[in-house]
């Protein structure tokens, strides 16, 4: 029996990827405060990050522990580039495999069906500012820690399944050669698993179905004027 993506009280190994990666141009004077959801994105003038995103499978976590185990500051995120051939970079984005997004990558590989674990996603894009704006970068979901990384710096962290949430990039974007890294992380944890109770249920039933509407979004750039 294949594993929905969206069953995460059943099979919580899914991992639910709905990147509707908007990047929001907001007026100074609109307040958007650290924590706080941005609203209406249907609403607003999107640019489509949807397609193919860059990935790398990292089971034991090499891309973000060092060898004393604890998180490294040149980990996958950096995404770098040899410079000689004495360099020692044992991984490339570049020449990785994709997947698609919007998606889970659990139906997009077979090998990948009861996969649980780490992966890297990377999606590179240019983008024009306009002055006198503030920038924010929203994603619809990812399953189900989600640790996200612009031209190699940490902008935030995120846990939930099925929420959506954004982060502020204005100080951080270019207008060419910016590389958007999300390492998404669906391993099962004993302290994020609660005990079903009839209301929690009935709670999941209705969380089920907003799942099942953001499978339909997609990855954008988005300009509020």
């Not at 939930?160 to 270019?174: D, M």
């Not at 391993?187 to 799942?211: F, H, I, N």
Request: proline share 4%; charged share 30%.
């Amino acid at each position: 029996m294949s594993c929905s993506p969206f069953r995460n009280f059943v099979c919580h190994s899914a991992a639910f990827v709905a990147m509707w990666v908007v990047f929001l141009a907001l007026s100074p004077t609109i307040r958007a405060q650290d924590g706080t959801l941005i609203q209406n994105i249907d609403g607003r003038k999107t640019t489509s990050l949807d397609g193919q995103w860059r990935i790398i499978i990292d089971p034991y976590e090499t891309g973000y522990y060092d060898y004393r185990y604890e998180p490294s500051a040149n980990g996958y995120f950096k995404d770098a580039k040899p410079k000689s051939k004495s360099d020692l970079v044992e991984y490339d984005f570049d020449t990785s495999e994709s997947l698609n997004v919007p998606g889970d990558w659990n139906s997009q590989r077979e090998r990948l069906m009861l996969y649980e674990g780490t992966i890297w996603y990377k999606k590179s894009f240019d983008y024009q500012r306009r002055e006198n704006t503030r920038l924010f970068v929203y994603f619809g979901a990812a399953n189900y820690v989600a640790d996200v990384y612009l031209n190699g710096d940490k902008i935030g962290r995120h846990e939930g399944g099925f929420t959506p949430f954004n982060f502020e990039i204005t100080r951080l974007v270019r207008e060419r050669g910016n590389f958007l890294i999300v390492k998404v992380d669906n391993k099962r944890r004993r302290d994020a698993v609660l005990r079903p109770t009839r209301e929690r249920l009935a709670r999941t039933d209705t969380r089920l179905g907003e799942a099942e509407r953001r499978k339909a979004q997609s990855a954008n750039i988005c300009a509020d004027p």
